[in-house]
């Protein structure tokens, strides 16, 4: 079984600061690891994955992510916020464990404020 | 190209109504999975398919909920009868291979009376 943790509920940064969302996963069998986002009333649009290459992941919107195996963390960055960046980023993470798919186990969110 | 249509966007019923989600998958794609959104639970998977069969149901809450996928193209998820507790935003998702990304869809909003 595989579970997400995202620290903070709430993060708030000003405009043009580095946005740092924390997310650690657990998971018994090399993970697939994503990060999605969610405007109101909207469905959730992917920013970026890993899926056992680089560790380093450049996602859109100028996002990135790194694998830390050693923190069992994947964290998501990204250097200069805008205020088109405010919305519910979600962590989540599958497995290839029977050779096909599980579907996603999600964190609970971050729910992203830019302060102008 | 096409994304993951959901419909109906909203739909509000009473309880002990049947309330039938529809979803159109992206073609290709052989995946498809129902995802629940609820403030308390967060994000939770209900079911998915593959090839049109069910893979996993373990997420499903009980007996009132089913899922069908009669070809590559649709899918549903059924409730009867409905619930207040059923209330949530009920997603589908789907992806080309199982490690793959998933590619959601805008959502039901689903309000029992």
């Known amino acids: 079984a595989q579970s997400v943790t995202q620290l903070g509920s709430h993060v708030s940064v000003s405009e043009g600061a580095l946005v740092l969302l924390r997310c650690n996963y657990s998971s018994s069998v090399p993970p697939y690891l994503f990060w999605y986002v969610q405007y109101p009333n909207q469905g959730l649009q992917l920013l970026l994955k890993y899926t056992s290459a680089a560790t380093l992941v450049k996602g859109i919107n100028g996002f990135e992510a790194e694998f830390k195996k050693s923190e069992t963390s994947f964290h998501l960055t990204k250097p200069s916020a805008h205020m088109s960046d405010a919305a519910e980023y979600f962590c989540a993470v599958t497995t290839a464990s029977r050779g096909g798919a599980d579907g996603l186990t999600f964190g609970k969110g971050t729910h992203l404020i830019i302060q102008p | 190209d096409a994304g993951v249509i959901q419909s109906p966007r909203h739909e509000v019923t009473e309880m002990g109504q049947e309330v039938t989600l529809r979803c159109k998958p992206i073609?290709?794609?052989?995946?498809l999975f129902w995802y629940r959104q609820t403030m308390m639970r967060g994000l939770e998977l209900l079911i998915y398919?593959?090839?049109?069969?069910?893979?996993?149901d373990s997420g499903m809450p009980e007996d009132r909920f089913s899922a069908k996928m009669p070809n590559a193209s649709f899918s549903t998820l059924k409730i009867q009868p409905s619930e207040p507790r059923d209330s949530a935003v009920y997603f589908c998702?789907?992806?080309?291979?199982?490690?793959?990304?998933?590619?959601f869809g805008d959502g039901t909003r689903l309000s029992i009376l």
């Open positions: 998702a789907s992806s080309l291979q199982g490690n793959q990304p998933q590619h």
């Open positions: 398919f593959n090839n049109n069969v069910p893979i996993d």
């Open positions: 073609s290709g794609h052989d995946y």
